[in-house]
Every structure is written in C-alpha cells, then in structure tokens.
C-alpha cells in the first residue's frame, strides 16, 4: 500500500494541464496502480485504447508506476499485494475466470485496498453481489449518446474540485443503476430535466436527477466511481483526466500508512 501521503499546497500536472487539485501533495513515486481493461463476451467500448493512454501519459507526469493488464490471472494476492488502487476501465461483463480470482480481489479490498471503476465498470461481474455491492449497483440502462449537465454536490471531493458547480457535458450517456448500496456519497448527479424526450422506464427515485458519481468506504476498503467517460475523446481531455486522477487519490486514502 502507498507509503506517504502528505497534505501542502501542490500543482497537480495532468498531460498538458496544471492545476491544483485538492491542495494535496502525493509521493507519487511510490503509487502503483493497476489499469484493467478485460471485457467478459458482449459489448465493448472502442475507448479503453484512449483510456490506456491517458493513464501512461498521467504516469509520465507524475511518476507512478501503473501496470495496463487485460486478463485475469493478475488478480492473485501476492500480485494484487503491491497495488495502492485497482481501476476497473470500462471492463464489462464477467471478468473473472476463476473463484479464486474473486476471493484474491475480495482479500485485496479486505485489506484496506482502493478500487476505482470507470464509466461501464458498472456492467462487470454482473451476478456477483459482492462486487455490486464494491461498486455501489449494477448497470440498469442508459439514455442514447447526447449533451445533458452534471450537478456538483461534493465540491470538495478530489475528483469535481476542479469543476464547477454544473459540468455541462458535450456529450454522454446518462447511465441508470440498480440495486443500489445505500451507503454512497454521492458528488455528483446528472441532470434529467437536460435530457431529451421522456421514457417510462427512466427512474424517479431520486426526483429529476440521479447519481452519476460517488463513493464509499466498502468492506476495509475505498470505492469510486463514476458514470461519465463514453467517448474515447474524453481520454484525451485534461479536465476529464483530472476527473479521474481525483478519485484514484480518494480510493487511495490519504489517511493510510
């Protein structure tokens, strides 16, 4: 797990982009984090390439070490013991090959270990209820690709500090969950009243918005996740990035020695 995180004003560089995030300061250099992109049989996303690129790049930047796996067999305790965060980058469906698998990465997040998941990450493992439960549901429907707003409830969540209160996106797919866990913080929701048309499937649970970004502290461990990410150009986009980058260093907790 990493070994110092300290908290002083820093400039974050993300690609291109400096900013300050969060007013945090990290030992990158000890930061190891593992990027996976396996897909179980249906869809897949055509932007898990410009995802991989953005993270290398992100590592250039900042010096962590990441490790781009697209199978499996890495989720073993002794390969998952040196990762600071697991990131689930628009995996879908089953992923697991093995029971085995599955009890390495539950004994991972058991051990006080940090798990982000990306955009279709909510489509993985979807009959396993221990990881819905991680990831905070499991994927339901989503409108079709368009332009809506996101509301910023948690401003100063490492992931949205960097936006303002109403992320207008040029274009997404509102995605809706179910089975819910009830312990989220929410921090940021979509807007339903910018999306076109009306269907009577879209819920009413949460009024005219719904979670589109969150976390928790699940199982000894740290989840995050967010909805947003569809296009393979958001990869490519600092602010997008940074989005990530933010809850990477929530799911890695600040706090743990």
């Given at each position: 797990?990493?070994?110092?995180?300290?908290?002083?004003?820093?400039?974050?560089?993300?690609?291109?982009l400096?900013?300050?995030?969060?007013?945090q300061?990290?030992?990158?250099?000890?930061?190891?984090?593992l990027?996976?992109?396996?897909?179980?049989?249906?869809?897949?996303?055509d932007?898990?390439?410009?995802?991989?690129?953005?993270?290398?790049?992100?590592?250039d930047?900042?010096?962590?070490?990441?490790?781009?796996?697209d199978?499996?067999?890495?989720?073993?305790?002794?390969?998952?013991?040196?990762?600071?965060?697991?990131?689930?980058?628009?995996?879908n469906?089953?992923?697991?090959?093995?029971?085995?698998?599955?009890?390495?990465?539950?004994?991972?997040?058991?051990?006080g270990?940090?798990?982000?998941?990306?955009?279709?990450?909510?489509?993985?493992?979807?009959?396993?209820?221990?990881?819905?439960?991680?990831?905070?549901?499991?994927?339901?429907?989503?409108?079709?690709f368009?332009?809506?707003?996101?509301?910023?409830?948690q401003?100063?969540?490492?992931?949205v500090?960097?936006?303002?209160?109403v992320?207008?996106?040029?274009?997404?797919?509102?995605?809706?969950?179910?089975e819910?866990?009830?312990?989220?913080?929410?921090?940021?929701?979509?807007d339903?009243?910018t999306?076109?048309?009306?269907?009577?499937?879209?819920?009413?649970?949460?009024?005219?918005?719904?979670?589109?970004?969150?976390?928790?502290?699940?199982?000894?461990?740290?989840?995050?996740?967010?909805?947003?990410?569809?296009?393979?150009?958001?990869?490519?986009?600092?602010?997008?990035?940074?989005?990530i980058?933010?809850?990477?260093?929530w799911?890695?907790?600040?706090?743990?020695?």
């Amino acid at each position: 797990m990493i070994k110092a995180i300290y908290f002083f004003g820093l400039t974050i560089v993300v690609g291109c982009l400096v900013t300050p995030v969060q007013s945090q300061e990290i030992d990158w250099k000890s930061v190891k984090i593992l990027w996976f992109t396996k897909n179980g049989k249906g869809y897949v996303h055509d932007n898990i390439a410009n995802s991989v690129k953005a993270i290398k790049e992100m590592s250039d930047s900042l010096s962590f070490t990441v490790d781009v796996r697209d199978q499996s067999d890495v989720f073993t305790k002794d390969k998952l013991a040196g990762y600071d965060v697991v990131v689930f980058s628009n995996t879908n469906n089953d992923v697991f090959d093995t029971e085995e698998q599955r009890k390495a990465f539950q004994e991972y997040i058991r051990g006080g270990g940090g798990f982000v998941g990306i955009h279709s990450a909510s489509g993985t493992e979807r009959n396993w209820p221990w990881f819905k439960q991680l990831l905070g549901g499991t994927f339901y429907w989503h409108e079709p690709f368009q332009p809506f707003s996101v509301r910023v409830l948690q401003s100063k969540h490492p992931s949205v500090a960097h936006l303002p209160a109403v992320w207008q996106r040029k274009g997404d797919e509102c995605y809706y969950l179910k089975e819910m866990a009830v312990d989220l913080t929410v921090i940021a929701v979509n807007d339903l009243e910018t999306i076109k048309g009306t269907n009577p499937k879209r819920p009413i649970t949460f009024g005219s918005v719904f979670p589109s970004v969150w976390c928790h502290e699940f199982d000894g461990g740290r989840a995050w996740y967010t909805s947003l990410g569809h296009q393979k150009e958001d990869y490519n986009d600092p602010v997008f990035r940074q989005h990530i980058l933010g809850g990477i260093i929530w799911a890695m907790d600040a706090n743990r020695n």
